[in-house]
Each structure stands twice: as structure tokens, then as C-alpha cells.
């Protein structure tokens, strides 16, 4: 069990929106007034309006992905890369999640499991502005996938009501979109979970070279999409590509907005379809 100081200092610095400065300023230097004036307005609200007490820990203990550590060759230079063990996308398989539309499904019902190629990228949480610019992202990247013959499945941590508020606000294809409410797929697959991360790694730092990214994508965005379990908005996400069970290419992004490169994300799918 993770347990966060309420001291009143903790508690001005994620409760009030008027402290977005205040984080930003001990994530880095590069957060000055005028930058953060770009930022859309309700950003601020969209992470930081969390009560904390206890928050669960990162993941479950009775699944370890790097008990078994292997290297995958497939893999993009430029982006850092987890290994995980041989049967990562068996285990990943027997996770159930939900299509935004609200049907239960397991991760093995979404892709051939012998051949097909997926592109599984985890968002943080559906009310998370750099997720809507991820999704955006994503969005303009699918007939690249699409003409590769990849599936792209885009997963977010909330109800598949909350799913649907961003598939329908932002647009994103509905077909691509599932909630992971209780953070399953999160946790088998080790990625990152805290308040460290969330707010204060310096990965998150990229975010603000994406500002007219981030403005565009949330354009209609709510923060009505923001999971009702506010501890959930300190998840981490990231990217995987799976040929059949095999395990291709597996990044945990380190920080809130540290997103891989989908160039690269494709150019491993590419590699994967004439292999």
C-alpha cells in the first residue's frame, strides 16, 4: 500500500488549480507563467482536482511481467524498452476489459492470436488532456496502421461511459476504444503508477513542446471524462506491439505526456507484417 502525505503543502499542490505553477515549477525550470498560460484551460483541473489518502500500489504482486527478463529484438533505438517474460501476451490475453459501448471482452478476443498484429497503446485515463492529444495522434495515424494490417487498440483507464464521452467530444473510432476501469491490463503489465510520476519526472517535461498539439486536441475536451476513482489519474500508460502472443516491442511511458514516437511505434509493425 502506497501512503501520501496529506500535509497542507501536499494538499495545495494537487487539490487547488491555482498550484499548477507550483508543480510545474519542481518538475522543471521550463515551466514558466507564460508557458503555462497556452495550456488549455481546464488543464490544470484535469490533473491535478485529486483528494489523496492511500492510493493502491502500482500493481499486482501476483503477476510479476519481468520475472523472467528477455530481450526483444524488434525494437525502436531511439525509445527505451522493458523486457518482459515469454509469456506476457498469454498472461495479457486472459485480462477481461470493456468496448466502450459497455460489452466485457478479454484481450485475446481482439486480435488473431496466432498471426494478427496489434498495436496496443494504453492511455493514462480518458479525462487526461495529453491522452486526447494522444488519442488525436492516433486517430490520424490509423489508416497508417490500417494499410500495414494492424489493429489498433486504444485502452483507457475509466467506466466505458467515460470512453464514449471521449470517442464522441473528440472524435475518436469507437471500434478502437476500450476502458479498463479497474487498471488490469495496467497492472499485468507493470506500468507505472504514483504521485512521482505523475507530477514530478522529468519525462513529463516533453509536454511542453507539444502545446498546439495539446490546445487543438482539447478543443471540446470535459472533465467530465476524468474516472470517478480520482487515485486512477496517477497511472501511467504505454505502448505494446503484439504479433499473435509474441511480444514485440513494450515501452512504459515514465511520465505523464511521454508518449513513443508512433513512426516508430509503425515502423516495428511494418517489420512484423514481412517478417
Request: positive net charge; aromatic residues 8%; contains cysteine.
Amino acid at each position: 500500500m502506497i501512503l501520501v502525505s496529506e500535509s497542507p503543502m501536499a494538499i495545495l499542490s494537487l487539490r487547488s488549480s491555482s498550484s499548477l505553477p507550483l508543480i510545474c515549477s519542481t518538475i522543471s525550470p521550463l515551466c514558466s507563467k507564460p508557458m503555462l498560460s497556452q495550456l488549455p484551460s481546464n488543464f490544470s483541473s484535469s490533473i491535478a482536482s485529486v483528494p489523496f489518502t492511500k492510493l493502491k500500489s502500482s500493481y499486482s504482486s501476483s503477476v510479476s511481467p519481468i520475472s523472467r527478463p528477455r530481450v526483444v529484438s524488434a525494437r525502436a533505438a531511439t525509445e527505451s524498452f522493458t523486457d518482459y517474460r515469454e509469456d506476457i501476451g498469454e498472461i495479457l490475453g486472459d485480462v477481461s476489459i470493456f468496448t466502450a459501448s459497455g460489452q466485457r471482452v478479454q484481450f485475446s478476443d481482439l486480435w488473431d492470436q496466432k498471426d494478427g498484429i496489434a498495436a496496443v497503446v494504453l492511455l493514462r485515463h480518458f479525462g487526461c488532456v495529453c491522452c486526447w492529444e494522444l488519442a488525436t495522434a492516433l486517430k490520424e495515424a490509423k489508416p497508417r496502421f490500417d494499410a500495414a494490417g494492424v489493429k489498433l487498440i486504444a485502452v483507457g483507464v475509466g467506466t466505458p461511459d467515460k470512453a464514449r464521452i471521449l470517442a464522441t467530444r473528440l472524435p475518436f473510432p469507437m471500434e478502437c476504444l476500450y476502458a479498463d476501469p479497474e487498471r488490469k491490463a495496467y497492472d499485468v503489465l507493470g506500468l507505472y503508477f504514483g504521485l512521482g510520476r505523475t507530477f514530478f519526472n522529468p519525462a513529463s517535461t516533453k509536454v511542453f513542446s507539444r502545446f498546439s498539439e495539446i490546445r487543438e486536441a482539447t478543443k471540446n475536451y470535459t472533465i467530465e471524462a476524468t474516472p470517478e476513482d480520482r487515485s486512477s489519474v496517477l497511472q501511467q500508460g504505454g505502448t505494446f506491439v503484439f504479433r499473435g502472443k509474441k511480444l514485440l516491442y513494450g515501452r512504459k511511458d515514465e511520465g505523464t505526456g511521454d508518449h513513443p514516437s508512433l513512426d516508430d511505434v509503425i515502423n516495428v509493425c511494418c517489420k512484423a507484417t514481412v517478417a
